[in-house]
């Protein structure tokens, strides 16, 4: 079965007001469970500066955030607190989401890999006016961005990485633009991989996690944004062998095998699913890269009782093959090792 997929077209505020009356179930299925959230509810604060500060630096993405509230007829107020008012932390320990991309392909460059996290997430063609057009992950309501590919051909996806060796600062204030929104900032406003690097260098971005962007040129990185005051980049290259993997954690606190026995919950398995992805990279070195090479890799379960070991695991949302020459993803919903990739093309 093809996950829901939507297309967008108009302004920031269109966009936002015609996907929540589109889907607003599913929305207002991840404020409430997140959030709490209730028509009646309204921050007990004065948001009036940091509207005005967000509406300066980032206006489309708050005219985006005014038409959700519209769209799913709840306070405004409300749903500019829970994307900007403060460091977005809720994210859950389980995520597991795996991203892995191949410089050379008989499609050309290749990124792919699977989304973990709360169902939700729908596939959505947006066209909004002043931004380049994409097809990507969205969850209904949130400006988050999963991954996909634009009309250049720049592909973005992205995994959570929390654990790390040292505290992070305390955020910023004003508040930041923090990664989970900021892959759709760089498929949005980007045309390759050195353009968004330079995007991510900006005063008042932050994050907690990673991404893999790979482009129609064949630039491949994975980038590390993991302070909540930014900016902060840590980024790394092809492997020798053409390939790069990032799951979540940081390659720059933790090697695989410090992971493995950091005693961190749940990193054992997130050090194992780094340890699948590094020997499908290499398999990639003497196979070559391939579409089919991704789609056995995502479905991979790594046998017999390795639980969230493998890529292929329980909290699999989708698998998603973005191939950057072609303007096109594959999406197969939850699980890959069952379920078919449909295309979706600009």
């Not at 630039?219 to 053409?242: C, F, I, S």
């Amino acid at each position: 079965m093809a996950m829901t997929h939507i297309e967008l077209s108009g302004s920031a505020y269109e966009i936002g007001r015609r996907q929540c009356e589109q889907l607003g179930v599913i929305a207002g299925y991840k404020y409430r469970k997140q959030f709490h959230l209730h028509a009646d509810q309204v921050p007990l604060r004065d948001l009036g500066p940091m509207v005005e500060w967000v509406g300066r630096n980032w206006p489309d993405q708050l005219e985006e955030v005014r038409g959700y509230a519209d769209g799913l007829g709840v306070d405004f107020e409300y749903v500019f607190d829970i994307h900007f008012g403060a460091y977005v932390g809720t994210l859950l320990e389980q995520e597991s989401c795996s991203n892995v991309g191949f410089r050379e392909s008989p499609n050309g460059p290749l990124l792919g890999g699977n989304l973990d996290d709360d169902p939700g997430y729908i596939v959505q063609t947006t066209r909004r006016q002043g931004a380049y057009s994409h097809v990507g992950i969205v969850w209904p309501g949130w400006l988050s961005y999963w991954g996909g590919v634009n009309e250049h051909g720049l592909a973005v996806s992205g995994s959570s990485a929390r654990v790390l060796k040292t505290a992070p600062p305390a955020p910023q204030k004003p508040p930041a633009f923090h990664s989970i929104y900021t892959a759709r900032l760089v498929v949005e406003t980007c045309r390759d991989v050195p353009e968004a690097i330079e995007l991510l260098k900006r005063p008042g971005i932050a994050g907690h996690g990673n991404h893999i962007m790979v482009d129609a040129a064949g630039n491949g990185v994975v980038v590390e944004t993991h302070k909540p005051t930014g900016p902060y980049l840590a980024d790394r290259g092809w492997q020798p062998g053409g390939w790069i993997c990032c799951g979540n954690f940081f390659f720059s606190e933790f090697t695989v095998d410090e992971a493995a026995v950091s005693g961190f919950e749940g990193l054992a398995d997130r050090a194992n699913r780094i340890r699948i992805m590094q020997q499908f990279g290499r398999r990639s070195e003497v196979e070559g890269g391939s579409i089919e090479l991704l789609k056995e890799l995502c479905a991979t379960h790594d046998g017999p009782g390795r639980g969230l070991g493998g890529i292929c695991n329980p909290n699999n949302v989708c698998s998603v093959i973005s191939v950057p020459r072609e303007r096109r993803v594959l999406v197969a919903e939850r699980f890959p090792c069952v379920n078919e990739y449909v295309e979706y093309a600009l």
